[in-house]
């Protein structure tokens, strides 16, 4: 149960760390009205990649938590 | 749009809801195959069921809208809506499903072996499930009205008919494949048009940039105001008035309004010629409805504090998510705890998938559409698109597909709403006889959203699906991450920090939907923190739930050890465990 949460934990702060910033990260860009090209990275990154970023970060989190499974499960069959 | 087309449109989507729905009939016929679709729908299946009932009306229309209306920052929620999936996957997902429960009640129940906790969270439950419900009526009433001609309050009632029917007749199992063929249907509507609306605005001669801004009118447009706005204009604009403007009645005049705030009557039809920049709406206070710096983030339309509103909007979507009923109730139904995490996982998937065409039509709507900024109506914009951009006989049939997915989009999440709350108020509300009792239980689950919003069709209820998500955040949220992973929990402490969380944060919308607010409240960091409460009730949710755990150590029910083995461990390889004890439910 350790192991699975501590799993847990990283999954959610991977996605803290690349979603959560995002705000503020945002909010130091330059100013749109001076360079039009910040206003597309927001569209570009809100609208399409953070999708795929969430698939995998989920389908990381089902492998190892699968295999933790399965260790334990191991564990509790040898001993 | 093309009534006959719109009518005909809908009408297929509803037949097909109501004939697959009724083919489950013949199948369902224990308690246990009502609820949960006896545990054995495959995980790509429930995958398809669960986004096909996630993806409500306000993902279909509304984000589309909220993007053309007030620009990029409105994409957090779909990202979040998304993101939600995850937390659930990483931190519920499997050990709710070996949980054994049907319902979140159940889940307290079993896991606090408290009868008052169970009654908490019922009623916690079938509150958050009318809030969800209420927009999806109201919803319904624009489309329809918008398709068919019909009158507001038809469109919700058709609908909760419907849901009735389909829920009471088949329960879970005809559900799922409602929802799985309601989300293909949903896909389709909004890819295949997505494809055309692309191709034509590529092949138009004077394409215009999609991040311009101000939006300008790009043809000789009449727009007929419902109701009285104030627009704010930046350069002297030429229009053509029929109605009153500023208090001065014109017919055909032509008039010429100084920058500066005007009111516009409601009913008044303003007619523009091309290349007129779209004058930009009002708020009742003064504060700006927000076109000015569309493209860029934290822009935030009308809210002071937008950074504070993000996180907001982040904390009540990616923690809201686990705590909606009708979200939950399916994870019940996969056949064990890996396969309910391989279904989130394609749930992600397909929603992520999904979430990548609103905001184009958001896009497109601003372009094309821009009448829909001034009416305030731009929920309509992936509805009228289709006729806007293509035209003719093929603009028609596309914006008959969108309208058959509008209807699917409300259709699949009412009845997938009304099916948990029926579950809750069946088991724990009326005294429970089985079958028989659960349709009555379906019958009142709907009837109360329906009397709300028709009798209440002005209330500012798109509010309502941002209030369900943070309610849902502040009480569940801390219950099942607690619940699950934390054996100190106890049942005065859950039962207070559902109550602190999910009382504050309901207390909170509710003030602010509830009107206009005078005095220090109306604006400013208090009327802020009041509209987005999700930043600080989620972390009082947690903080009252663990202190009073800490307070109430010595009750600690006797068999935690026990029910976290059951949680965590997985489950035999043939799936034969005893099943667990359900109080109010007839076993088979």
């Known amino acids: 149960m350790r192991r699975q949460l501590r799993l ?19 909010a130091a860009l330059p100013d749109p009205a001076d360079s039009p090209g910040s206003a597309l990275i927001v569209w570009a990154v809100l609208g399409v990649a953070a999708y795929p970023a969430l698939v995998v970060i989920g389908r990381w989190y089902v492998v190892r938590a699968e295999r933790n499974e399965r260790d334990a499960a191991d564990r509790t069959e040898g001993g | 749009m093309n009534q006959a087309y719109g009518i005909v449109a809908v009408s297929a989507a509803v037949v097909a809801t109501l004939v697959i729905g009724s083919t489950g009939l013949r199948i369902s016929r224990t308690t246990s195959d009502f609820y949960v679709a006896s545990r054995t729908v495959p995980p790509y299946l429930n995958a398809m069921a669960i986004s096909g009932e996630y993806l409500s009306a306000a993902s279909f229309l509304g984000i589309a809208g909220l993007v053309a209306a007030q620009g990029v920052e409105m994409l957090w929620f779909p990202v979040g809506y998304a993101a939600g999936y995850l937390v659930l996957l990483v931190f519920v997902a499997a050990p709710l499903r070996r949980s054994g429960a049907y319902t979140l009640p159940d889940f307290a129940d079993s896991r606090l072996e408290s009868r008052a906790a169970r009654r908490v969270a019922s009623v916690l439950v079938v509150g958050v499930g009318w809030l969800y419900l209420l927009p999806q009526l109201q919803g319904a009433g624009l489309t329809l009205g918008l398709v068919t001609g019909a009158p507001r309050w038809l469109g919700g009632v058709l609908v909760a008919v419907v849901v009735t029917l389909a829920v009471a007749a088949g329960g879970m199992r005809s559900i799922t494949f409602v929802q799985a063929f309601q989300y293909c249907l949903k896909l389709t509507a909004l890819l295949v048009p997505a494809v055309f609306l692309v191709l034509a605005w590529h092949g138009d001669p004077r394409p215009a940039g999609a991040l311009d801004e101000p939006p300008a009118f ?52 303003l007619r523009f010629a091309p290349g007129t920049p779209v004058p930009e709406r009002e708020s009742g ?22 950074l504070y509103t993000t996180y907001g909007l982040i904390f009540a979507t990616f923690l809201g998510t686990m705590g909606l009923p009708h979200v939950l109730v399916r994870f019940y139904t996969n056949p064990d705890g890996r396969a309910a995490r391989r279904t989130t996982v394609i749930v992600l998937a397909l929603v992520g998938g999904f979430y990548l065409l609103p905001p184009l039509y958001g896009l497109l709507g601003r372009i094309y559409a821009p009448d829909l900024l001034l009416t305030g109506t731009t929920d309509a914009a992936v509805l009228v698109l289709p006729e806007r951009l293509v035209g003719g006989l093929g603009g028609d049939l596309l914006g008959a597909l969108v309208a058959a997915g509008a209807c699917a989009a409300f259709l699949s999440t009412a009845s997938g709403l009304t099916l948990s709350v029926a579950g809750v108020l069946s088991q724990d509300v009326l005294p429970s006889l089985g079958v028989r009792h659960f349709r009555l239980a379906t019958l009142l689950a709907v009837a109360v959203p329906v009397t709300v919003s ?61 009107g206009p607010l005078t005095g220090p409240l109306s604006d400013g960091w208090a009327h802020t923190l009041l509209a987005w409460p999700a930043v600080w ?24 050890e026990a029910v976290m083995a059951r949680l965590h461990l997985p489950e035999r390889p043939t799936g034969q465990d005893a099943p667990p004890t359900r109080r109010g439910v007839t076993t088979p």
């Open chain 1, 8 to 26: 847990g934990l990283v999954a959610f702060g991977v996605l803290v760390a690349l979603l959560g910033l995002l705000p503020l990260a945002f």
């Open chain 2, 454 to 514: 028709v009798a209440a069709s002005k209330l500012p209820v798109a509010n309502a699906v941002g209030l369900a998500f943070a309610v849902a955040a502040s009480s569940f949220c801390p219950l099942l991450l607690l619940g699950i992973w934390w054996r100190g929990l106890t049942a005065p402490g859950a039962i207070a920090g559902l109550l602190t969380g999910g009382g504050s944060a309901l207390a909170a919308v509710a003030l602010t939907i509830a």
């Open chain 2, 218 to 269: 790009r043809r000789h447009t009449r727009v007929t105001v419902e109701t009285t706005v104030l627009i704010r204009i930046e350069a002297p604009l030429r229009t053509v008035v029929s109605g009153a403007v500023d208090g001065r009645g014109y017919d055909d005049g032509r008039l010429v309004l100084e920058p500066g705030v005007h009111e516009v009557r409601g009913g008044t039809t």
């Open chain 2, 537 to 560: 009730s989620v972390p009082l949710g947690f903080l009252t739930m663990i202190l009073v755990s800490l307070a109430t150590r010595d009750r600690i029910p006797a068999g935690t």
């Open chain 2, 285 to 306: 206070d003064g504060r700006r409805d927000g076109a000015s710096s569309w493209a860029a983030p934290l822009s935030g339309g009308r809210d002071d504090h937008p």
